[in-house]
Nanobody, 118 residues
Framework: QVQLVESGGGLVQAGGSLRLSCAAS????????MGWFRQAPGKEREFVAA????????SSADSVKGRFTISRDNAKNTVYLQMNSLKPEDTAVYFC???????????WGQGTQVTVSS
């Protein structure tokens, strides 16, 4: 089992940056694909970025390419999402997930709010 706790959200002006962290419990963190998703009010949860267990492969949504970077530190059981050049449309609750593939997630955190003001 894996428990996930996100942190690092907050209020930022457009053009600013935030770094989200997702700390995982359990000794098998390094075996999981990790992903970031977001959900804006009135919208469905959408994929943001994912990273393989080794960190050697990543994937990201077109809407965040060139602005967001996912990374992980298996020694710290933590996955990060560096968000630069933030836009108001990035406002959402951001969740991290752990799973067996980029398309399949079994465990979720509670989420952290990101608000970007114009």
């Amino acid at each position: 089992q894996v428990q996930l706790v996100e942190s690092g959200g907050g209020l930022v002006q457009a053009g600013g940056s935030l770094r989200l962290s997702c700390a995982a419990s359990g000794r098998t963190f390094s075996r999981f694909v990790m992903g970031w998703f977001r959900q804006a009010p009135g919208k469905e949860r959408e994929f943001v970025a994912a990273i393989s267990w080794s960190g050697g492969s990543t994937s990201s949504a077109d809407s965040v390419k060139g602005r967001f970077t996912i990374s992980r530190d298996n020694a710290k059981n933590t996955v990060y999402l560096q968000m630069n050049s933030l836009k108001p449309e990035d406002t959402a609750v951001y969740f991290c997930g752990a799973g067996s593939s980029f398309e399949d997630y079994d465990f979720w955190g509670q989420g952290t709010q990101v608000t970007v003001s114009s």
